[in-house]
């Protein structure tokens, strides 16, 4: 739409400049002069044609294509054309041409080709100027005239560049605002996932040992009699697919912006430890200063003792498990210790083998998780004591 307008304009500028210098003009010449500046006219009107049409035809594109020789040739045909019949006697309008070509050289043309135009223009001013005699009005006014129209085309030109920059700018932001947007997601698609690992692992881990028991102890013996300890696990069985609903329910919580109360989940979780596995465990809370943390903060946290407590009954089952939470200025650090079982120490206390669904990977995920939030996870065994710490920023 923008080049029709240009052209538009053009079109009549052409038209005003014939009009000025063959109607109103009285100083035009007769007979060979007045022919050669019509002739001049006329063939810059065919290059003005030619010209619109292979600019008219290009494709709109983002990023405009270098000009090829034709246009080029053209509008330095023009500035030539009109500039030496400029300089004829009453036919100064035409110098309106040659503005129009170095214009648009300047703002179209590469810099060599617009300066090469521009140059030709002045330069066809000149030898006009000396074939007709003009005075020094024409002989300098004139070239200066189209030094200003070459530097009206350089601002255009800027214009433009500093448009199309501005276009890419946004398209590149379009772009940006796009991939962060898709990666949110896909950040938010990891959290749930990692989310509902550890409720699975945790919950159905634990039910599919109560199960595995269940079935061993519904084996009858050789007296066709069933273990009278197949109900209390039938029931401990049915007690633990119900925590596992509330776990669900609270993980939702949790991901929809609710806050859980760390201290009393810890104790939960510590005091279903104590009835699950029949080991000892204990919880302490330390600082008396704020206690609050936000949402993720302390349900990764959560996630993190109970990681750490199904390992402990894992790799050393019937230890003493102690789970400490450390209220400090600046974060927060959570800690389970458990002795290890001594090398020799014999075979673990009867009762249902250990077994995650994790597959091992779930100090890994509880590593991600703090690393998330900018806190740490870190392990190792120290004078008989396995210890588990991770801390967060407050």
Known sequence: MLRIVSWAVRGVA????????FVRSTGLPGGAGRTAVASAYLLCGCCLAAWAFLDLRRPVARAPRPPGVAVPVLIGTVAV???????????????????????????????AAGWTVAGLGVLAIQVGSVLSGAGHGVFLGYPLLLAVALLAGHNRRAQRIRAEQADLLLRRSEELRAEQRRTAVLDERTRIAREIHDVLAHSLGALGIQIQLARALATPDSSGAVDPRLAEVLDRARRMASDGLVETRRAVHALRGGDIPLPDALEAAVSEHRSRYGA???????????????????????????????????????????????????????????????????????????????????????????ALLGGALSTGSAHGTWVLTADVPR
């Not at 052409?14 to 210098?21: N, P, S, V």
């Not at 939470?325 to 600046?330: F, T």
């Open 14 to 21: 052409f038209a005003l400049i014939g009009l000025d210098t």
């Open 280 to 370: 000892p465990a204990t919880f302490e809370l330390r600082g008396t200063g704020d206690r609050t943390l936000a949402p993720e903060q302390n349900l990764h946290l959560l996630r993190t003792a109970q990681e750490a407590l199904v390992n402990a009954a894992k790799h050393a089952p019937g230890q003493p498990v102690a789970v400490t939470l450390d209220y400090q200025e600046h974060h927060v650090s959570l800690t389970v210790a458990n002795p290890l079982r001594p090398p020799g120490a014999g075979s673990p206390p009867p009762g249902p083998t250990v077994v995650t669904v994790d597959g091992g990977y779930g100090l890994t995920g509880i590593g991600e998780r703090l």
């Open 81 to 111: 054309v009109s500039g030496v019949a400029a300089a004829q006697p009453g036919a100064g309008t035409m110098v309106g041409l040659t503005a129009v070509a170095v214009i648009a050289a300047g703002s179209d043309l590469p810099l």
